[in-house]
């Protein structure tokens, strides 16, 4: 099992002390379900789930290490403004074994889809500088909010961001520095920006799908890409062992 305690007091709501002992991908959710971890809320690899007796904190579990446990290692890790108003408390994180992934934070709340900042707060995390907007990023953000366009310089926004900015002057600093240290992409897609319990906007769950494995030290990351490379050299000997194997 690998895990690390992001904030480290001992009073912090580990999993232990939440008395969450399965962690296994085959049986974590059930166990979650049985001991009254309730699910509120889902993604592509994992569940989120809450308990009437610790109503400030949230347990997500992922059936595969994903891109949420880069993002904890990079706040365990901390950049600029990762201490901040816009990033979410990650209490505890494990990842066991066979790659399954649970994690200890704060309890944020779902802004309203009518709120007059959503749009921009998500506008600011698909709008990479210099680089060129993709379509589906477009198309997503169009259908979520059709009157503005996902670029914090698009006369649709005039306006509200300036209220953003004077509202939360260091929320596009924040993401700047995210960018700036992930291993990928941004994500912007409806979900990814939730309420902190001051009314901040917090940045949840922004890189994609996919785990760098960044929770796991220098060392161990290099043996993992190691181990790939031999399974992928061992596939392709046997691929080709097999065709010369094969009678004409």
């Not at 001051?198 to 990351?221: E, K, Y």
Request: charged residues 20%; neutral net charge.
């Amino acid at each position: 099992m690998f895990g690390f305690r992001t904030h480290g007091r001992t009073s912090s709501p580990s999993l232990a002390v939440l008395g969450i002992a399965e962690r296994s991908a085959a049986e974590a959710y059930a166990a979650l379900i049985a001991t009254g971890w309730s699910e509120i809320g889902f993604g592509y690899h994992g569940t989120v789930h809450a308990h009437p007796d610790h109503p400030d904190v949230i347990v997500r579990f992922a059936r595969k290490a994903d891109g949420f446990g880069d993002y904890a290692a990079l706040l365990r890790k901390g950049f600029a403004g990762s201490d901040g108003p816009h990033a979410p408390r990650i209490h505890d994180l494990q990842v066991s074994r066979c790659g399954a992934l649970m994690t200890v934070g704060s309890r944020l709340t779902n802004p309203a889809r009518d709120a007059w900042w959503l749009a921009y707060a998500h506008a600011v995390i698909a709008d990479h500088p210099g680089v060129a907007m993709d379509e589906g990023v477009r198309d997503r953000f169009k259908v979520e909010w059709p009157a503005h366009e996902p670029r914090i310089d698009h006369a649709s926004f005039d306006g509200i961001r300036e209220d953003f900015r004077a509202a939360w002057p260091g929320y596009e600093a924040y993401v700047a520095s995210l960018r700036a240290v992930s291993p990928q992409g941004l994500d912007p897609n409806i979900g990814n920006v939730l309420v902190g319990v001051d009314g901040s906007p917090v940045v949840n769950d922004p890189l994609c799908d996919d785990g760098h494995g960044l929770w796991r030290s220098p060392l161990a990351r290099l043996l993992t890409r190691y181990a790939d490379v031999l399974h992928r050299l061992a596939g392709e000997t046997r691929a080709r062992l097999s065709k010369t194997l094969v009678p004409a």
